[in-house]
């Protein structure tokens, strides 16, 4: 990536607004229940804490729509962080105003604070000009390690850009220099797997996917619109009936690129939608008017893991079926172990596919587990995150 890094400027002794994102899953009792964003930011924060910065952290956490809502505080994540770093995280009630600027005042070299949710101000999300320049008037340093929020033009995503030198930190640095470098300077096959629920979502990376790869895989909801597009029945299954023209013309663009495309050739049909459902493994051909398809059948799954057992790059996004239901995560737990045993530089992205990873247990066998959903989906899409766009040039 050729943007200035946390680690190219000078930060001993320096007060560094850090933009992370630590929207975290928090239960009914505002505990955090999945912590990887936080421990993902770890390695820039503790390099600015050994190295003598003063360290301002802001976030968002879900969606106050710019209200003040006790909710969405980020009180407890400054607990949790606290726990992690083995240190105080004091913690600012405003990200803005005396209750920011007083606290930022006191901090001594090496010490970290946390700023309260950046949402509760409405002119975050409009990126208001005057708000960007008060947050960034806390500093004069700004790291973006946001990869998660990189696709959002925000005040403390870009705007704070135009006010204070700012560069990208670690995590920020390696998202996209994984994915950027499996797109753009691949080991070959390089093979990606598309899943997942709609064809709409995702339209854009099949057909920025198709420039670049040599294999495709769909799978999930959406290759029943891409059955349809074969002239296959698909029963009741999910079906974006619009989308099935567009279906056809992505194939066709596949042959014409020369991509292999694999999609499924037998399915687990259901009869409801359901866990406890009636369900039986049909050839695409067979499956009946009442019926759905919640998941691949083993011979498709078969003939996904002999592709990508060749992949020496594979980037996957979306799951091959209801992998919530466990009769129907068997197509996402194979295509799992495959890309795991590959040997290849394997990529996953997106909150679906993450969480069938994590659930399979093969998280620690892939390369790079991106720690954004939607921003991870622009990237493949090849368009460019504001968030990294608003950073220096090395
Ligand atoms: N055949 C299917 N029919 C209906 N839903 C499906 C099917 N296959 C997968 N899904 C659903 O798709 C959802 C994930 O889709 P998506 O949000 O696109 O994935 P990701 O978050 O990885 O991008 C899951 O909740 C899964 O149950
Ligand atoms: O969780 C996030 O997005 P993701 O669920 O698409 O990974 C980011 O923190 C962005 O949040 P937003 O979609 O409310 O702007």
Redesign the pocket.
């Known amino acids: 990536m050729n943007k200035k890094s946390v680690k190219d400027v000078e930060v001993r002794g320096k007060r560094v607004l850090v933009r992370v994102d630590f929207n975290v899953p928090l239960n009914e009792q505002g505990e955090i229940t999945n912590d990887k964003r936080i421990k993902a930011s770890l390695p820039t924060i503790l390099y600015l804490v050994r190295e003598g910065a003063r360290v301002i952290l802001a976030s968002h956490l879900g969606r106050p729509k710019g209200q003040v809502n006790p909710k969405y505080s980020l009180a407890p994540v400054a607990k949790h962080l606290s726990n992690l770093l083995a240190q105080e995280v004091v913690f600012a009630k405003d990200c803005i105003g005396d209750s920011a600027m007083e606290p930022v005042s006191k901090l001594q070299d090496g010490q970290v604070l946390l700023l309260e949710n950046v949402r509760f101000h409405g002119e975050e999300e409009k990126n208001d000009p005057s708000f960007a320049r008060e947050l960034a008037g806390l500093a004069e340093l700004f790291v973006n390690d946001a990869f998660g929020t990189a696709h959002r033009a925000h005040a403390s995503t870009e705007g704070v850009t135009h006010y204070i030198p700012a560069v990208c930190g670690l995590l920020m640095q390696k998202e996209v220099e994984f994915m950027g470098n499996a797109l753009e300077r691949p080991e070959r096959p390089f093979v990606a797997i598309i899943?997942?629920?709609?064809v709409s979502?995702?339209i854009g990376v099949i057909e920025n996917l198709l420039e670049k790869v040599d294999a495709l895989i769909i799978?999930?909801?959406?290759?029943?619109t891409f059955l349809k597009a074969q002239g296959y029945n698909v029963g009741k299954?999910?079906l974006e009936e619009e989308k099935v023209e567009l279906a056809k013309q992505l194939i066709e663009k596949a042959k014409s690129k020369g991509v292999e495309l694999e999609l499924p050739i037998d399915?687990v049909a259901a009869t409801a939608?359901q866990a406890d459902a009636a369900h039986r493994t049909v050839r695409v051909s067979e499956i009946r008017e009442e019926e759905?398809?919640?998941?691949i059948g083993a011979a498709t799954a078969e003939k996904f893991e002999a592709c990508i057992s060749t992949a020496r790059t594979v980037i996957w996004?979306?799951?091959?079926?209801?992998?919530?239901?466990e009769a129907?995560a068997k197509g996402?737990e194979k295509v799992a172990q495959a890309v795991a045993a590959c040997g290849g530089i394997t990529i996953v992205?997106?909150?679906?596919?993450?969480?069938?990873v994590e659930k399979m247990k093969v998280g620690e066998r892939m390369t790079h587990i991106s720690t954004g959903?939607g921003a991870s989906?622009e990237f493949l899409e090849g368009k460019i995150l504001p968030g990294v766009a608003a950073l220096e040039e090395a």
Do not use: Q
């Open positions: 899943g997942g629920a709609k979502d995702k799978g999930g909801g959406m290759a029943n299954s999910l399915v939608f759905m398809a919640l998941d996004n979306g799951p091959m079926g209801v992998f919530e239901m129907f996402t992205g997106g909150g679906d596919s993450v969480a069938a959903g989906l």
